[in-house]
């Protein structure tokens, strides 16, 4: 999929969602006090609802899939998220010759 330059991986993979019928909320937020972006459990930046199920999503660009991957899988509250029925995945955005792509990663 092809999306517009100027977006941030979060809002790039919001708007893939909602174009897959998601309902989608940001759960990522600026901490002002510690000046630092905070997310969802550590670990997650967008949460969709829809399809009969919830799915949460780590944004970022290609070349860091691997590493938010290992940031999820070694986080606390991972195996809580799967065993509740969470479908957690990775979104690792990047631009090729034609345009802005996705590899999305499902983590269970």
């Keep these: 999929m092809l999306y517009k330059r100027h977006m941030s991986p979060t809002q790039r993979s ?5 174009e897959q019928g998601y309902s989608v909320w940001i759960v990522e937020h600026w901490n002002h006090f510690a000046r630092i ?3 969802l459990f550590g670990c997650i930046d967008l ?3 829809g399809h009969g ?7 970022t ?3 860091n899939v691997a590493a938010r991957q290992k940031k999820i899988v070694e986080n606390d509250y991972y195996p809580e998220m799967v065993r ?4 957690v995945q990775v979104h690792g955005w ?14 269970n």
Excluded at 14 to 18: D, E, F, P, W, Y
Excluded at 84 to 87: A, H, I, R, V
């Design 14 to 18: 919001l708007k893939l969602l909602r």
């Design 37 to 39: 972006r905070q997310d």
């Design 47 to 49: 949460l969709a609802i």
């Design 53 to 59: 199920e919830t799915l949460a999503v780590q944004t």
């Design 61 to 63: 660009s290609r070349s």
């Design 84 to 87: 509740s029925g969470w479908k």
């Design 94 to 107: 990047g631009k090729l010759k034609d345009g802005w792509t996705v590899k999305v990663i499902e983590l």
